[in-house]
């Protein structure tokens, strides 16, 4: 195992860890009374400069470490949950493949994948039982005119 795969994993392990901790209800409260006791402890270092001192410099180090777990935290379960969907979608008989790895497309072709469906949903209200439609069998002269090519629909 290299260095930097032994630092990474430690580094995940450390930030689970710490996520689930410092995400529970006993940190909350714990936040809360030592907020609480340094205010109060104010009157007693007659709220000096190095007593606001401490509480924002505790408060700055800890967002700023805490931003970093939790941007790593929500990275591995966004990844985890788009492995599941596109399982899930390639499993499904009917569904279409095209939508999986849809985070990888640029803002403009979801956003135009996301029209496509809107307009789906609109004619879906107009068949009658039984009748099925897909986005695959949507022809792309039924789908919005916004005058963009579908790049996914050309790489089917």
């Known amino acids: 195992m290299t260095g930097f795969k032994k630092m990474t994993d ?3 392990q450390v ?5 689930a901790k410092f995400g529970s209800a006993t940190a909350f409260v714990l936040a809360v009374s030592i907020v609480a006791a340094w205010g109060v402890s104010g009157p007693l270092f007659g709220f000096s400069d190095t007593w606001q ?10 967002t700023f470490l805490m931003v970093f777990l939790l941007q790593h935290s929500q990275n591995k379960d966004s990844h985890a949950i788009h492995a599941k969907l596109n399982e ?4 499904t008989e009917g569904a279409s493949n ?3 790895d849809l985070e990888e497309l640029t ?4 956003d135009h994948i996301r029209r496509r469906f809107q307009h ?10 039984g009748e099925k439609t ?9 789908s919005p005119d916004d005058g963009k090519t579908d790049h996914v629909d050309q790489a089917a």
């Open 10 to 12: 430690m580094f995940d």
């Open 15 to 19: 930030a689970q860890w710490a996520v």
């Open 53 to 62: 001192l401490v509480i924002n410099t505790s408060t700055t180090i800890v």
């Open 88 to 91: 899930l979608i390639a499993a």
């Open 98 to 100: 095209r939508l999986i």
């Open 107 to 110: 803002e403009e072709e979801i």
């Open 120 to 129: 789906l949903c609109v004619s879906a209200e107009k068949l009658h039982p």
């Open 134 to 142: 897909s986005i695959d069998g949507e022809a792309d002269d039924e």
